[in-house]
């Protein structure tokens, strides 16, 4: 990690001399590695991941990228996304919510991963009124995007909040939009089947049958 700290801080040095710009392609490389390394740590705990999320969050504070790496723009979508998954594996729905911040303070759009990031984030939280209506919140905005096309790992998330709430007009909006990239038929029948599974598992078997009915036994 020590080598590629200082082979990245050698080519931000090469790029300033050069009146050049780093490629944000190598920003998110370096990035990567420390969230890797963050998620292997021994001390893995909502409340130590400040501490263990420490560089890569300085690396997305403003100016940080352009100044230190010579990234022209600074970090993207994708650097912000790398973090918060970092952050929402942590189980710390606080830092996420400091990341979104920043993001938005950067001017940066969210997309599907973003959001997936945040309900991870809220899922592995204990699942109260609170929780609950903030999942509810970002469903919302996820359906009422014309930019956010949800993608299975977002149904799933989304799928034991909306059942629980009773919104089945949400699931079928959601599912309704589902337009996975792999069209194969197993790929897609793999698709369902893990919905399936993320409701029975949260006691949502009506719901489940529903899906069943609807989605899989009517279009066989």
Do not use: H, W
Not at 26 to 44: H, V
């Amino acid at each position: 990690m020590d080598q590629m700290k200082k082979t990245i801080e050698d080519m931000a040095n090469a790029c300033r001399r050069a009146s050049t710009n780093l490629d944000v392609v190598a920003f998110n490389t370096y990035l990567a590695a420390l969230c890797d390394k963050a998620l292997s740590s021994q001390n893995m705990a909502p409340e130590n991941a400040r501490d263990i999320l420490s560089e890569p969050l300085a690396m997305i504070q403003p100016g940080v990228a352009s100044e230190k790496y010579a990234v022209m723009g600074g970090p993207e979508t994708f650097s912000f996304n790398t973090v918060l998954n970092a952050a929402a594996s942590l189980k710390n729905d606080l830092i996420v919510n400091e990341i979104i911040g920043l993001m938005e303070l950067q001017g940066l759009v969210a997309d599907v991963y973003t959001y997936n990031a945040r309900l991870k984030a809220l899922q592995s939280t204990k699942m109260d009124d609170t929780a609950i209506a903030q999942s509810i919140i970002i469903i919302e905005e996820i359906l009422a995007s014309s930019n956010v096309k949800p993608d299975a790992y977002t149904i799933e998330l989304a799928l034991g909040t909306l059942a629980r709430e009773g919104r089945i007009g949400d699931i079928l909006s959601l599912l309704g939009n589902f337009n996975p990239v792999d069209k194969r038929k197993d790929s897609i029948s793999d698709a369902y089947t893990t919905f399936l599974l993320a409701l029975v598992k949260g006691g949502e078997v009506e719901c489940a049958r529903f899906i069943l009915d609807t989605y899989i036994i009517s279009q066989s």
